[in-house]
C-alpha cells in the first residue's frame, strides 16, 4: 500500500495540534498548512469537507538526501492530510518507501523507511 492512514474522534484541530507537537518531537516542523476547502471556496467551488495539506520537513534529513540525489526534491516536503471523512478526523500519508521506489537507489529505500516510520510514530502518537 502507497498510504498510511488512521482515524480519530478527536477534531481537525485537535489533531493538527497534537500532530504538530509529535512532529517537533522528532525535529520535524510545518513549513505549510493548505486549507484546500478554503481555497476552492475562494475559487467560487463548493467543497463540503474540511480537507488540510500540512507540509512537513526535517532540514538535516532534507539536506542529507537532497546531497545524495537531487531526485528526491520532487517528492519534498512531505505530506501528510488531515480531513473529515463519515464523521471521523482521518490523518495520513504517502508512504516514503513508495515514493523513493522510483529513485533506484537502495541505501536511500533504507533513508525512506526510517522517515516514514518516523512520521507514522508521529501520526499515531497524535491521535492515541
Request: glycine letters at 4%; a negative charge.
Amino acid at each position: 500500500m502507497f498510504h498510511y492512514t488512521v482515524e480519530t474522534d478527536q477534531s481537525i484541530e485537535q489533531t493538527i495540534k497534537a500532530l504538530e507537537a509529535s512532529l517537533k518531537e522528532e525535529k520535524f516542523g510545518v513549513l505549510w498548512e493548505f486549507d484546500i476547502r478554503k481555497t476552492l471556496e475562494e475559487k467560487g467551488f463548493a467543497f463540503d469537507k474540511n480537507f488540510i495539506v500540512l507540509e512537513v520537513c526535517n532540514p538535516k534529513e532534507a539536506q542529507e538526501v537532497l546531497t545524495r540525489n537531487h531526485m528526491v526534491g520532487y517528492f519534498l516536503p512531505c505530506k501528510i492530510v488531515v480531513y473529515e471523512d463519515s464523521g471521523k478526523t482521518k490523518i495520513g500519508m504517502p508512504k516514503p518507501s513508495a515514493l523513493i521506489q522510483m529513485v533506484e537507489d537502495d541505501e536511500l529505500k533504507v533513508f525512506a523507511k526510517n522517515i516514514e516510520d518516523r512520521l507514522i510514530a508521529c501520526i499515531d502518537k497524535s491521535v492515541a
